[in-house]
């Protein structure tokens, strides 16, 4: 969570080697990540921007195939068949597998953005870097890059940090929270640990009741229940993180859910 995008810049500039920090060091899995080579830290962190290009011509597919190219060596036979297989499961994952043969520039903003995180998927590093993943996006398509973003964590053991100035999806979708502010952390846990009225007033100078965001949580908690989103006993124990049983009750009376269902 930040309210500055110079900020979010160079975090992630630092957080990509595109950036020397003026002082600390980065590390992945124990090593200073200035002392990793630029290919074999593209093997491990794969990073999708906030704002991406491409050329009109350039189709689906070959797009997401340049996520391969860090397993690339000039002048060494590279295993064609393991990058096909990489590209095809990060098309299916994403629901890009229909538009492989079309043009990047035909699809609309949601898809583009799924495509490329296929793009970094296929580079098959284990942590992905995402820069407001789900900026000017409708909500439709906002629900499915988020969702999208838990199943890969969930499933497929991805670590992901995302920058996000959206309070309720980052409450929602996130393990631990980083709020930072003029450059500083100032606080840092779990949405359970760190959600008051008083951070939000300190990251975004608005005042807020902390019982406003925890209805947006537990509204948006009951409706992946009814939708079979997630699993009734998580989602169980995430709400008593915030709310009492007259709450849930309330809740579960509100929208006529059943008692199986919470």
Same mark, same amino acid.
């Given at each position: 969570?930040?309210?500055?995008?110079?900020?979010?810049?160079?975090?992630?500039a630092c957080d990509t080697k595109n950036l020397k920090p003026a002082g600390g060091k980065i590390l992945l899995q124990g090593e200073d990540i200035a002392q990793i080579r630029q290919k074999?830290?593209?093997?491990?962190?794969?990073? %999708?921007?906030?704002?991406?290009?491409?050329?009109?011509?350039?189709? %689906?597919?070959?797009?997401?195939?340049?996520?391969?190219?860090?397993?690339?060596?000039?002048?060494?036979?590279?295993?064609?068949?393991?990058?096909?297989?990489?590209?095809?499961?990060?098309?299916?994952?994403?629901?890009?597998?229909?538009?492989?043969?079309?043009?990047?520039?035909?699809? *609309?903003?949601?898809?583009?953005?799924?495509?490329?995180?296929?793009?970094?998927?296929?580079? !098959?590093?284990?942590?992905?870097?995402? $820069?407001?993943?789900?900026?000017?996006?409708?909500?439709?398509?906002?629900?499915?890059?988020?969702?999208?973003?838990?199943?890969?964590? $969930?499933?497929?053991?991805?670590? +992901?940090?995302?920058?996000?100035?959206?309070?309720?999806?980052?409450?929602?979708? *996130? !393990? $631990?929270? @980083?709020?930072?502010?003029?450059?500083?952390?100032?606080?840092?846990?779990?949405?359970?640990? +760190?959600?008051?009225?008083?951070?939000?007033?300190?990251?975004?100078?608005?005042?807020?009741?902390?019982?406003?965001?925890?209805?947006?949580? @537990?509204?948006?908690?009951?409706?992946?229940?009814?939708?079979?989103? +997630? /699993?009734? %006993?998580?989602?169980?124990?995430?709400?008593?993180?915030?709310? !009492?049983? *007259? %709450?849930?009750?309330?809740?579960?009376?509100?929208?006529? +859910?059943? /008692?199986?269902?919470?």
């Amino acid at each position: 969570l930040d309210l500055s995008a110079p900020q979010n810049r160079n975090f992630k500039a630092c957080d990509t080697k595109n950036l020397k920090p003026a002082g600390g060091k980065i590390l992945l899995q124990g090593e200073d990540i200035a002392q990793i080579r630029q290919k074999q830290f593209a093997q491990s962190v794969a990073v %999708v921007h906030q704002y991406n290009t491409a050329p009109p011509d350039l189709t %689906v597919e070959k797009l997401v195939s340049y996520g391969r190219i860090p397993y690339h060596k000039m002048g060494v036979p590279f295993d064609k068949a393991k990058d096909m297989e990489r590209i095809e499961w990060a098309l299916e994952i994403t629901n890009t597998t229909k538009h492989k043969d079309k043009t990047v520039s035909q699809l *609309s903003g949601g898809q583009k953005q799924r495509v490329w995180i296929a793009m970094a998927l296929a580079q !098959d590093a284990k942590v992905l870097l995402l $820069e407001e993943p789900t900026t000017y996006l409708d909500i439709r398509y906002q629900l499915q890059i988020l969702r999208l973003i838990r199943r890969l964590n $969930e499933e497929y053991g991805f670590t +992901i940090i995302m920058v996000l100035h959206d309070v309720n999806q980052s409450l929602y979708y *996130s !393990d $631990e929270i @980083v709020a930072l502010k003029a450059g500083k952390c100032i606080a840092q846990g779990s949405p359970q640990q +760190i959600l008051s009225g008083e951070l939000i007033q300190k990251v975004y100078d608005v005042t807020l009741k902390v019982s406003d965001i925890q209805s947006v949580i @537990v509204n948006n908690i009951i409706n992946d229940i009814i939708n079979n989103k +997630i /699993k009734t %006993v998580t989602a169980k124990t995430f709400c008593n993180g915030f709310c !009492d049983n *007259s %709450v849930l009750l309330s809740c579960r009376k509100s929208q006529n +859910i059943s /008692k199986s269902k919470l």
